[in-house]
Nanobody, 123 residues
Framework: VQLQACGGGSVQVGGSLTLSCAFH????????VGWFRQAPGKEREFVAG????????YYSDSVKGRFTISRDNANNTVYLQLNLVKPEDTAIYYC?????????????????WGQGTQVTVSS
């Protein structure tokens, strides 16, 4: 499977942005999906994860209540809605998949990764 992440860009503090992760080569319904981010000089961190069916969702404490992960298996796409963004949300955002029912919270639990999309929050 190949993943294509897009939707990044520049946004002002308090604004919104929607990232998408498109699956190519296999059905998205076979995979749990996670979104991670990596800021310059920092480790890659878990942001959100969604189970195969979409019935179980996890968020990191830093984005809970502001970000929303969702999936449209009919269109083989997973989304990450970013609301009320802060400067500390600035990072490259990656989507990743695991052949699990539930999404791992650790990056080593994922098998396939998208290329990343840059999100820059300005004040």
């Amino acid at each position: 499977v190949q993943l294509q992440a897009c939707g990044g860009g520049s946004v002002q503090v308090g604004g919104s942005l929607t990232l998408s992760c498109a699956f190519h080569g296999d059905r998205s319904s076979l995979y749990a999906v996670g979104w991670f981010r990596q800021a310059p000089g920092k480790e890659r961190e878990f942001v959100a994860g969604i189970a195969r069916s979409g019935g179980t969702i996890y968020y990191s404490d830093s984005v809970k209540g502001r970000f929303t992960i969702s999936r449209d298996n009919a269109n083989n796409t997973v989304y990450l809605q970013l609301n009320l963004v802060k400067p500390e949300d600035t990072a490259i955002y990656y989507c990743a998949t695991a052949r699990n029912i539930f999404p791992p919270r650790d990056f080593w639990g994922y098998e396939f990764w998208g290329q990343g999309t840059q999100v820059t929050v300005s004040s």
